[in-house]
């Protein structure tokens, strides 16, 4: 374990027993705020104006509440109860979907807004085929795993009170960028961008690495992580 990886458990730990939830400790704002800062530094957001949004694995749902600001309909939803009870408590819509369950996601949505989720969950080429059947656009961030080639390893994530942000079924995955471009070229959309940049780094999450292929996901103990935006330019039919 590195010292940074060290201090931050330390601090999660230390923001917990002080009563604070898992998305309020210091290290999850500051990568809200990076991450963010890194998607509106690549798009355009007034292309996507009337579009309506559906925020999957929302945690708390910060991600959505910027595009609600900023005038977008937004329906929020993340696999555990407490973090909907959550939302709802600060007036936003937000309703309990478990990206798992196969669910179909169609609801008269444009965009799907897939933050931090993706490697949370067991069939995670299921959820982005369910995104293009639902959506035009796909914006996915992600942890992935340094391999060249395309690959979905599956790993198994803390449960209890370390897991509250993980997967919801203790089963994730850490799939490499062409196993994830390739599921989203399936699922339909035709046009995908690696908008990675060093502009969506904190601390122990990197966008800018440079690729190895060695298959690790954490590199001096931080997270290797990609961010793209996957949108459909023409009508087209879902391949199988
Ligand atoms: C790392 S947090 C990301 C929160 C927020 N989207 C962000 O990026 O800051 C992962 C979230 O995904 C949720 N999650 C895990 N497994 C899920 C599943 N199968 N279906 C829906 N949500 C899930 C967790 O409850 C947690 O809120």
Redesign the pocket.
């Known amino acids: 374990m590195t010292l940074a990886r060290f201090q931050l458990g330390l601090s999660v730990v230390r923001n917990l027993i002080a009563g604070r939830a898992?998305?309020d400790v210091p290290n999850?704002r500051e990568?809200?705020l990076t991450?963010l800062l890194n998607l509106f530094a690549h798009i355009d957001a007034s292309r996507w104006q009337g579009m309506r949004v559906l925020?999957?694995?929302?945690?708390?749902?910060?991600?959505g509440e910027v595009f609600e600001q900023l005038g977008f309909d937004v329906t929020s939803?993340?696999?555990?109860a407490e973090?909907v009870e959550r939302m709802n408590s600060k007036g936003r819509r937000a309703h309990?979907?478990?990206?798992?369950?196969g669910e179909d996601l169609t609801g008269g949505y444009d965009l799907v807004?897939?933050?931090?989720?993706l490697y949370?969950?067991?069939r995670p080429d299921s959820f982005i085929k369910r995104c293009g059947e639902a959506a035009k656009v796909l914006v996915l961030?992600t942890v992935v795993c340094d391999d060249l080639r395309a690959v979905l390893r599956p790993v198994t994530e803390p449960s209890g009170w370390r897991g509250?942000?993980?997967?919801?079924?203790h089963l994730?995955c850490r799939p490499s960028p062409l196993w994830v471009e390739g599921c989203c070229r399936t699922a339909g959309f035709d046009l995908i961008r690696d908008i990675s940049s060093s502009v969506a780094n904190w601390k122990t999450g990197s966008y800018d690495w440079t690729p190895r292929g060695t298959g690790e996901w954490r590199r001096n103990g931080v997270n290797l992580r990609k961010m793209w935006v996957c949108e459909k330019t023409s009508p087209q039919t879902v391949l199988d």
């Open positions: 898992v998305f999850y990568s809200e991450r925020e999957v694995g929302a945690g708390y749902g910060r991600i939803t993340d696999g555990r973090h309990v979907l478990d990206l798992d369950q807004l897939a933050f931090g989720v949370h969950l067991s961030e509250k942000d993980q997967a919801l079924h994730g």
